[in-house]
T-cell receptor, first 115, second 113 residues
């Protein structure tokens, strides 16, 4: 069975500082990994994904994530945080081959960027 | 291009009432799914469909029914609402094969009294 963990419910960071939102996963095969962001009263929006290849994946709004197979992690990063980055962030995983493209989501991390 | 449209946005039900949450997409996506979002639990898959006429259960299917008569529509039915079904519900779709990205609707907030 596939699973994903986001160990931090809340992350606070000052504007202009680098941010990291942590994610670890468990799959039986090779993972497809995703980050989604949710702004208040909105649906989830795709940020980036890792399928194969380069371990550093670049996505929308200046975000990037590093795939680490040995640590089974896929942490989300941004070099300089903005107040507008404040939102709820979800990591998701799908095992390959996975049935019907089902994703398993983490519990979410609330990111607050302080001005 | 509207994407994924969910209706209603808000609904209050009494225990035992039935209702249908509507979901429509205009992207010709094969895959559609329903998730519920509860605090501290992330998103949990209720039901999904890989094409018209094909549906299957996800992680938390009890108390919910679905059907997929067309590619565009994937309604979620609550036959006898319970307070435990108070949640925010999201419909999502994706096209093609492989690691395709999900497109989410804006959500439907359901309260069962």
């Amino acid at each position: 069975a596939q699973s994903v963990a986001q160990p931090e419910d809340q992350v606070n960071v000052a504007e202009g500082n680098p941010l990291t939102v942590k994610c670890t996963y468990s799959v039986s095969g090779n993972p497809y990994l995703f980050w989604y962001v949710q702004y208040p009263n909105r649906g989830l929006q795709f940020l980036l994904k890792y399928i194969t290849g380069d371990n550093l994946v670049k996505g929308s709004y200046g975000f990037e994530a590093e795939f680490n197979k040995s640590q089974t992690s896929f942490h989300l990063k941004k070099p300089s945080a903005l107040v507008s980055d404040s939102a709820l962030y979800f990591c998701a995983v799908r095992d390959t081959p996975g049935s019907a493209r089902q994703l398993t989501f983490g519990s979410g991390t609330q990111l607050t960027v302080l001005p | 291009n509207a994407g994924v449209t969910q209706t209603p946005k808000f609904q209050v039900l009494k225990t035992g009432q039935s209702m249908t949450l509507q979901c429509a997409q205009d992207m010709n996506h094969e895959y559609m799914s329903w998730y519920r979002q509860d605090p501290g639990m992330g998103l949990r898959l209720i039901h999904y469909s890989v094409g018209a006429g094909i549906t299957d259960q996800g992680e938390v299917p009890n108390g919910y029914n679905v059907s997929r008569s067309t590619t565009e529509d994937f309604p979620l039915r609550l036959l006898s609402a319970a307070p435990s079904q108070t949640s925010v519900y999201f419909c999502a779709s994706s096209g093609g094969t492989g690691a395709n990205v999900l497109t989410f609707g804006a959500g439907s907030r359901l309260t069962v009294l």
